[in-house]
């Protein structure tokens, strides 16, 4: 139970800031000496932060509904742009995560690989955050737009990369300002997460494992869900204020001390 509890504060801590949640729940085993709570659970968390996705994001959540409504209906507007946008932005990651499931599951989990991702993509967050305007807004997103936003989304398949860091970095990158990326990236977390929540308890039912469905995994998934309501919080309102750069040179750090770490 201390270790779900850990973990779960770990994921609520991790997921929505560009720091990488799925390097956290790797490292957090490792230099504890507990065994690796392996893919299902750290898929559990992030179920938990989806909650307080949706929870906080309640208004543009019923927007997207609608929007798909809109589809259905052949109709426009910024609602059915919204949702066509997470649409396309979902299917990159999902086609690469269906087809490189196997590597994902066992030679992305190491250490070396983790400080690597990210030191190198701290580096790129900052860059692009320091040097990119700031003045599109999410209104102004387009289907390319949340087509180059899903392919980043994709390569955060990568443990270490993490997929609220690559997926802002990206909207930074093409001009959106820094709140509108970062709440973008956690409204496209919705069907990212969904889908791998889905496909994950959809193999374990297969497998006839019932114990990922138990009373610890789900107090975990509650934690996860109140400490990701205060992470989205914190993230916009420090965004509003300041700058992507302290996640930055906190990544290069972790990057730094795994690498002496490892070796």
């Not at 929505?16 to 504890?32: E, K």
């Not at 269906?98 to 400080?115: Q, T």
């Amino acid at each position: 139970m201390l270790q779900t509890i850990v973990l779960a504060l770990v994921q609520s801590a991790t997921e929505f800031l560009p720091i990488s949640s799925s390097a956290h729940l790797i490292i957090v085993p490792y230099l504890s000496s507990w065994a690796d709570q392996g893919m299902a659970f750290d898929v559990a968390m992030h179920i938990g932060t989806l909650l307080a996705v949706i929870i906080y994001f309640r208004k543009d959540v019923a927007a997207i509904v609608e929007g798909g409504f809109g589809v259905l209906r052949r109709q426009t507007g910024s609602k059915v742009n919204l949702f066509l946008c997470l649409v396309i932005a979902t299917i990159p990651a999902l086609a690469f995560g269906f087809l490189l499931e196997a590597v994902l599951h066992a030679d992305f989990r190491s250490i070396k690989l983790l400080a690597c991702t990210l030191i190198f993509f701290g580096i790129v967050l900052y860059v692009v955050d320091k040097l990119r305007p700031r003045t599109r807004t999410m209104a102004e997103l387009t289907i390319k737009d949340a087509f180059y936003i899903g392919v980043a989304q994709a390569i955060a398949l990568i443990p270490g990369t993490s997929r609220s860091g690559i997926t802002m970095t990206m909207a930074r990158y093409l001009g959106f300002n820094r709140e509108d990326a970062a709440r973008f990236s956690m409204l496209l977390s919705i069907p990212t997460i969904s889908a791998a929540g889905l496909w994950t308890a959809l193999k374990i039912f297969q497998a006839g494992d019932s114990s990922f469905f138990d009373m610890q995994v789900f107090i975990g998934m509650l934690v996860s869900a109140l400490g990701g309501l205060a992470a989205i919080w914190f993230l916009l309102a420090w965004l509003k204020k300041a700058s992507f750069g302290i996640f930055a040179l906190y990544r290069i750090i972790l990057g730094v001390v795994l690498l002496v770490v490892a070796f």
